[in-house]
């Protein structure tokens, strides 16, 4: 089991013939993700050749569905395009999109994560390394050889914490990975991937990594406290960034408490969440919890 992503998954790769859609477009072939298509009008028609495996390219999202079957979009454009890229897919119907760009202008996320969720487009990130079902299907940057499938559910703010938690707990693995972003208007919060990871079955526990800024991990914490189940171990990033400054990805913008490092591991530890003050901590108390210590 896993969520939002498996084996099953048909993705197309809209920006699959510019150069970081090629580079990922073939790691995630790789990887065993089943590629089924790229997305490029003025390459409508065309193949890529990827090693062994020849992807056509379509002229639009809803012709690629149309031919493929696809269920899942990974966007690679240029942010001026992300908008109007993210509004084709969710027009076309497509169940998700993961929009690994970054540098786009909120006001164009805060358009296009509404538009797609009026549709019944799932939008993960912008901003963001994608997700990973491990031994099963990669969409996005992740890389695909630094765990296994195994028993943890992960969703995280950071990209690269993302990878590290992935690394340190590789000789336990996981169900799936979720790189959510951190821009301040994302499509899939923590709350919707403690929903999922609450309901599959096959994931034993839920790490969850933050970052100062906001307030979307003390909103986690009391949908944790309410609805969760399963035991989940935390790791916020941030805890030496200074007060009253704009820092980081996240944009994040701490003012007294409000958005700090320190409120948030309180906001989560109040609810009987573990949380690590480094990620080889964190890792740590993920096999103290699975009794693995």
């Not at 027009?91 to 993961?98: C, E, F, P, Q």
């Amino acid at each position: 089991m896993a969520i939002y992503l498996t084996k099953e998954s048909k993705v197309l790769v809209q920006g699959m013939t510019g150069g970081e859609g090629m580079k990922h477009t073939r790691r995630m072939l790789a990887a065993g993700t089943n590629v089924v298509g790229g997305v490029n009008p003025r390459k409508a028609g065309r193949t890529v050749d990827f090693d062994d495996r020849a992807v056509p390219v379509f002229g639009s999202v809803a012709d690629g569905m149309r031919s493929t079957g696809a269920d899942v979009s990974v966007v690679f454009v240029p942010p001026a395009f992300a908008k109007a890229a993210v509004i084709e897919a969710a027009d076309a119907g497509i169940g998700l999109a993961v929009v690994i760009t970054e540098g786009i202008p909120v006001h164009d996320s805060v358009a296009f994560t509404a538009y797609a969720r009026s549709k019944g487009t799932r939008v993960i990130g912008p901003n963001c390394p994608g997700l990973i079902t491990p031994g099963q299907a990669d969409a996005g940057i992740i890389p695909a050889d630094i765990t296994k499938p195994g028993r943890i559910g992960l969703v995280s703010k950071s990209g690269t914490l993302t990878y590290q938690l992935m690394y340190e707990l590789r000789d336990i693995g996981f169900s799936t990975c979720v790189g959510i972003g951190g821009d301040p208007v994302v499509g899939t919060s923590h709350i919707d991937c403690l929903a999922a990871f609450q309901d599959d079955p096959d994931t034993e526990l839920v790490v969850l990594i933050g970052e100062i800024g906001g307030d979307a991990e003390e909103r986690a914490a009391a949908y944790i406290r309410d609805h969760v189940t399963k035991p989940v171990v935390g790791y916020i990033a941030g805890f030496t960034a200074p007060e009253g400054k704009t820092m980081g990805h996240a944009g994040a913008i701490v003012s007294g408490s409000s958005g700090t490092a320190s409120a948030k591991k309180a906001a989560l530890e109040a609810v009987g969440v573990k949380v690590g003050s480094t990620p080889t901590e964190t890792a740590r108390l993920v096999l103290d919890r699975l009794n693995l210590l």
